[in-house]
Nanobody, 116 residues
Framework: QVQLVESGGGLVQPGGSLRLSCAAS????????MNWYRQVPGKERELVAA????????NYGDSVKGRFIISRDNAKNMVYLQMNTLKSEDTAVYYC?????????WGQGTQVTVSS
């Protein structure tokens, strides 16, 4: 059974940092495209960051380029999202997604609130 469990969300002041974690079980993150999405109520889910399978190439949404970093620890089967210089508009529920050509798995999400 595949599970993706996000953690690390919370309340942070503008300009601060957070690191989100995605713990995967039932699949190997090395062999999946691993993505972080976010969503606020009333809006579509937005791709924040992505890392490809074995190649490990990364891609970022325009709104987070230069501030967020996605990484992967194959030994721990974890994916991370380091979020720096956070802004109020980064407030959202953040989801971890594992995708292959034949499957797509999602975590339950973790809330990130950026507010003073």
């Amino acid at each position: 059974q595949v599970q993706l469990v996000e953690s690390g969300g919370g309340l942070v002041q503008p300009g601060g940092s957070l690191r989100l974690s995605c713990a995967a079980s039932g699949l190997r993150v090395l062999y999946y495209a691993m993505n972080w999405y976010r969503q606020v109520p009333g809006k579509e889910r937005e791709l924040v960051a992505a890392i490809t399978g074995t190649g490990g190439m990364t891609n970022y949404g325009d709104s987070v380029k230069g501030r967020f970093i996605i990484s992967r620890d194959n030994a721990k089967n974890m994916v991370y999202l380091q979020m720096n210089t956070l802004k109020s508009e980064d407030t959202a529920v953040y989801y971890c997604d594992a995708r292959s050509y034949k499957s797509d798995y999602w975590g339950q999400g973790t809330q990130v609130t950026v507010s003073s």
